[in-house]
């Protein structure tokens, strides 16, 4: 079996496929620094964090047999926003307020005007307690996948702190310790279902 990465090896090869993402940035002449850092964050978020989402959104719609559609997601209307300044986007100081004021008139206007509220995302403790005892459970039982590629000593001890050395967001989510519980759980199931060899 393969020896796991480093922290090293993870933290270079976390930086070549962020270096390989931006390399895909249509950067445009003369924009500001803002700006070209919005764009980027564009790309990141396309490539990265748009993907969970909507796989998040499918499976929890499909669950309950509801079929969910994203109109804003229509990749037209992304390649369009792809090339608006970020001063643009915030029109009138308020976050997606381009789209907010375009929209008058379509969208209720409950749901125009409503604060940003990031998805998925809960600070309710038994969702903390849940995933814990969970991850806690998966290794203690002995047959634990995700220690072929994440240190077992470290999982506990991020358990038994509750997640007190996990200090970062991560993947931009919000969540911080339930997200990386969430992870691991997840890739549990990855590597049992598809019967992952680790090498």
Known sequence: MKKPMSGEEAEAFVRKAYDRCLGDVDYLDGENADDTRMREMFVLNLEYFMATLLDRKDRMSMAHGLEVRVPFCDYRLVEYAYNIPAAFKNYRGREKGLVRYAMEGVLPEGVLWRKKSPYPKTHNPD???????????????GDCRITEIVNADELRRMLDTDGASFTKNWYGQLMTVPQIYAYFLQTEA??????VIVK
């Open 127 to 141: 969702y903390m307690a849940l995933l814990s005892g969970k991850l806690r459970a998966l290794l203690d039982g």
């Open 190 to 195: 990855w590597l049992r279902r598809y019967d």
